[in-house]
């Protein structure tokens, strides 16, 4: 009997000859975790799936052993039976049930006649909760009542409900706020001490940092290093990932800021399904010509929804004056931002960023098609030629144009949304979330594009989550607090701490216009 | 691993697994009906017979691409079909006017579809279910339940005439050397790009295919007196169609809306109004159905287009249409009517009874689908 619970030796998977895994080892501990490092497209997913058993026994090489014996699952259902369960970087909760429901599916606790025994699910559920700390929530409301931060929690519930001694949690942080990851985080810790084994996947490299023991670092499908934490620092990891040094991860560059260019006169926005909340509440703000504006803010604190309505993508009733270089201009929806020289990257690639079905290159062009068009039919080699340029600008890896943009890393997918909303030449460029679910080398690239945008003299928008980032590129920072705007700073010695504060202040009463 | 690799071909090359399937009904019918399936009048008949449904189709492939669906359509038919007669037989107006008039109201049919389905955010389906109802009592109201005969003989023409074989050559001529030329100047193309090109062999065998299959068409077509009206307009449309899906900013933005609407709508294009032509093109074949469905029948019936949807939508499922939207070829949804038409006049020749012609019908509908899910989601 060796020490470890979970022992993976020489694991290897093939898509259609590609090879995307190669001999990867993976060992864990009881209560110890694994934090699982490596870029976008390095093979993590994959290894989880072969673990998890989406990838049936038989379909990959190698060997897994399970608390000693060989698994050989043939689905979910079989490691989960084991006691192995992942937690998807995607929430798989269904909103419209209650707590409770969602954190006993599928082994429902029913009374005889199998009618539903919610008593007992409540209680027990009450009971989970309690012992992972989690406060302040109602087993008995459904779950869409609850922030992604909450959810998150509800989905560890549910994991530890089925039994859990091995948890996968896959980018668990990716819609949460400081302070629900350090809640997170701290159940983590607890989980570890109560001798639950956790592979810890995160691009955030501070939270790997504070939670995981060893590191395992993976790249292009192959092994790099399994070493523990304490010998390592987050430069090492960051090179290990990448496979070179990366000095500077915020490659600031000079450039001039001129006059104001763009400004947004009380925004409001009302919730879609209770028109009576304001999620938005009567903010302004002005851009200049070059200017680097970062938006920070709690997650729903309205950040994205005062985008959308700049945007004229609100889905619900909103009120908004947009000017432009001086000028009013009537933004009713998408079309007319952008021909008002209005550009947004929005937050959620995959809904409102990416058309699966349609190749990389087609996705570029989907926002400037008729400039390609003598009388509605499109010149296919001025297309594929505009395509080339772009790709090779923004150095998107992709073997064709024509490739799916679906099969692509999110780095490069993000790079080739941004394309789509760069051909239109916008003079004002929206980014929510820009870098989220991004390897460390695309961020790079990205934060570069920023610098060298602005140096032509577009006005960036950057709304995000991740203060370094924020605080690394942006010129001047807005803080929106519960639909309110709670701070305007120049980046000048500004602190992580100053922003939060701002971002979580009790509104100041202030008297009422009339 | 010899079955996936087939799989994996047949996911590749899905319009030449139809061709296959196509092949193999031709063959199981020629055998029992000893010969008689595949003689030149049978299958002028079968391509005439398939017209309907194959430019219903060509409108419903769009109407599905784009994420929606379209129930009314064979009601719809019904209608301007009727409308059709009316005019004819009633108003004796000149046949330019009936048709042009019939082309107006089914477009503005369908743009009323369409705008409900749209700007009043209706669900396609109920907006065509309940069209499904109420045009076809809107048909049997003016028709007042009875057939409208007989139509002018001008009329008839759209659908039971013939394109004299010398026009038919000469269009055939045409078309080879156009396509010709279209391969050759895609060539060039890609050269001026410096773009990976097929081997020039394989272009040269696709033209002589291609030759040969239009050869073969028509000569096969002029044993029975030349290209039935119908299958002419068929595949002018099929070409119009394929030409709008695959070279048009309008047929781009079909699939964008269909694979994902909320980002097609972010990318600054009016989806609303992208949806809007759609169902106003599938009103316009439908415009197009009713007048080829009149002539063929040389009278006005109120049950004309009774199915016709349902025809339609199989033919678009079978010709390989995604259910979820955004991918779909029209050439496919014309093969998918091929395949229906097929079985309808095979199974017919047998004399084989009704209630089994559509036990067979469905299950191939659910067995296309089939094998497409199964060879689409396995790597």
């Known amino acids: ?514 | 691993m010899g079955t996936q690799r087939v799989m994996h071909y047949f996911a590749r090359y899905k319009i030449l697994a139809l061709l296959l399937a196509i092949a193999a009904i031709w063959v199981f019918f020629f055998f029992l009906t000893q010969g008689a399936f595949l003689t030149p009048r049978n299958l002028s008949n079968l391509l005439r017979q398939m017209s309907i449904t194959g430019l219903l189709a060509c409108g419903m492939v769009f109407v599905i691409i784009a994420g929606e669906i379209d129930l009314s359509v064979g009601s719809l038919l019904g209608l301007v079909g009727g409308v059709a007669a009316i005019l004819d037989f009633s108003y004796h107006l000149p046949i330019v006017l009936t048709v042009l008039v019939t082309m107006v109201l089914g477009v503005l049919l369908g743009l009323f579809n369409g705008y409900l389905s749209t700007y009043q955010r209706i669900p396609s389906f109920i907006v065509g279910l309940g069209g499904m109802l109420a045009y076809r009592g809107v048909l049997l109201g003016i028709t007042a339940g009875s057939t409208i005969a007989p139509v002018s003989d001008s009329l008839v023409y759209l659908g039971q005439g013939y394109l004299p074989p010398l026009a038919g050559d000469l269009l055939a001529a045409l078309l080879f050397i156009g396509l010709t030329m279209l391969t050759v100047r895609q060539r060039q193309d890609r050269a001026r790009y410096q773009l990976a090109q097929v081997p020039r062999w394989q272009d040269v065998v696709k033209v002589i295919a291609l030759g040969l299959a239009l050869l073969g068409f028509l000569t096969t077509l002029n044993a029975y007196g030349g290209i039935p009206v119908p299958v002419l307009l068929l595949l002018a449309i099929m070409g119009i169609f394929t030409y709008i899906a695959n070279q048009t900013v309008f047929g781009r933005r079909v699939y964008a809306v269909g694979s994902n609407m909320e980002a097609t709508r972010l990318s600054g294009i009016n989806v609303n109004r992208v949806k809007l032509a759609i169902f106003g093109l599938m009103g316009l074949m439908c415009a197009f159905g009713g007048l080829v469905n009149t002539a063929r029948l040389a009278a006005g019936s109120p049950s004309a287009g009774t199915m016709g949807e349902l025809d339609a939508i199989a033919a678009c499922f079978i010709g390989g249409t995604s259910m979820r939207g955004g991918s779909g070829t029209v050439f496919g949804a014309v093969i998918g009517a091929l395949v229906m038409a097929s079985l309808d006049n095979g199974m017919s020749m047998l004399d084989v009874d009704a209630f089994w012609q559509m036990i067979v019908k469905g299950s191939i509908l659910v067995l296309a689908v089939w094998i497409d899910v199964i060879s689409g989601s396995k790597r």
Request: aromatic residues 4%; proline residues 4%; hydrophobic residues 40%.
């Open chain 1, 1 to 514: 009997m060796s020490d470890y619970i979970l022992e993976m030796t020489g694991i290897g998977k093939s898509f259609s000859g590609i090879k995307a895994l190669d001999g990867i080892d993976l060992r864990v501990a009881p209560g110890e975790c694994v934090g699982l490092c490596g870029e976008n497209g390095a093979g993590k997913s994959t290894l989880m799936k072969v673990l998890s058993g989406v990838y049936p026994h038989g379909s990959w090489d190698g060997k897994i052993l399970w608390q000693g014996q060989e698994l050989k699952a043939g689905s979910v259902r079989d490691t989960e039976r084991a006691g192995i369960v992942i937690i998807h970087q995607e929430l798989m909760l269904v909103p419209q049930l209650s707590v409770a429901e969602n954190i006993f599916m599928g082994r429902e606790l029913t009374r005889p006649g199998g009618r539903m025994n919610y008593a007992a699910m409540y209680r027990r559920a009450e009971a989970l909760l309690a012992e992972l700390n989690i406060e302040g929530i109602n087993v008995a409301q459904p779950v869409m009542n609850y922030g992604g931060g909450h959810q998150q929690l509800i989905e560890i519930a549910k994991a530890l409900n089925k039994d859990a001694k091995l948890l996968l949690l896959d980018e668990p942080s990716s819609s949460l706020t400081a302070s629900e990851i350090s809640t997170l985080l701290k159940i983590v810790r607890d989980l570890k001490k109560k001798g639950v084994a956790c592979v810890y996947i995160s691009h955030k490299l501070d939270e790997v940092e504070a939670v995981c023991d060893t590191i395992t670092v993976i790249r292009d499908g192959h092994h790099v290093a399994t070493q523990p934490m304490k010998a390592l620092s987050t430069e090492r990891i960051i090179s290990m990932m990448v496979g070179r040094e990366i000095k500077n991860l915020f490659p600031r560059e000079p450039h001039a800021i001129g006059d104001v260019i763009f400004e947004a006169r009380h925004v409001t926005c009302y919730d879609v399904v209770n028109p009576e909340r304001k999620r938005v509440d009567d903010i302004s703000f002005s851009l200049r010509r070059g200017e680097i504006l970062g938006v920070a803010g709690l997650v729903g604190a309205g950040r994205t929804e005062l985008m959308q309505a700049v945007f004229g993508a609100y889905p619900g009733e909103y009120s908004a004056e947009i000017l432009v270089e001086g000028q009013v201009v009537k933004i009713r929806n998408p079309v007319d931002a952008i021909s008002a020289g209005i550009g947004m990257v929005p937050e959620d690639r995959k809904r409102h960023g990416i058309v699966p079905q349609l190749g990389v290159g087609q996705n570029m062009t989907l926002a400037v098609l008729p400039g390609f068009a003598h009388l509605g039919r499109i010149d296919a080699a001025a297309e594929l030629n505009t395509i080339h340029t772009a790709m090779a600008r923004l150095s998107v890896k992709a073997a064709s144009p024509a490739l799916s943009i679906a099969s692509l890393s999110g780095g490069n997918q993000q790079k080739a949304v941004l394309t789509k909303m760069l051909l239109p030449d916008p003079k004002i460029l929206i980014l929510d979330e820009p870098t989220r679910g991004v390897d460390v080398g695309a961020k790079y690239e990205i934060y570069k594009l920023i610098f060298e945008l602005v140096q032509r003299g577009i006005s960036i928008i950057m709304v995000s989550s991740e203060l370094p980032e924020i605080l690394g590129i942006s010129d001047r920072v807005l803080v929106i607090g519960e639909g309110q705007l709670r701070g305007d700073f120049v980046n000048q010695d500004l602190s992580q701490e100053q922003i939060l504060a701002a971002a979580i202040k009790q509104p100041t009463p202030s008297p009422r216009a009339a």
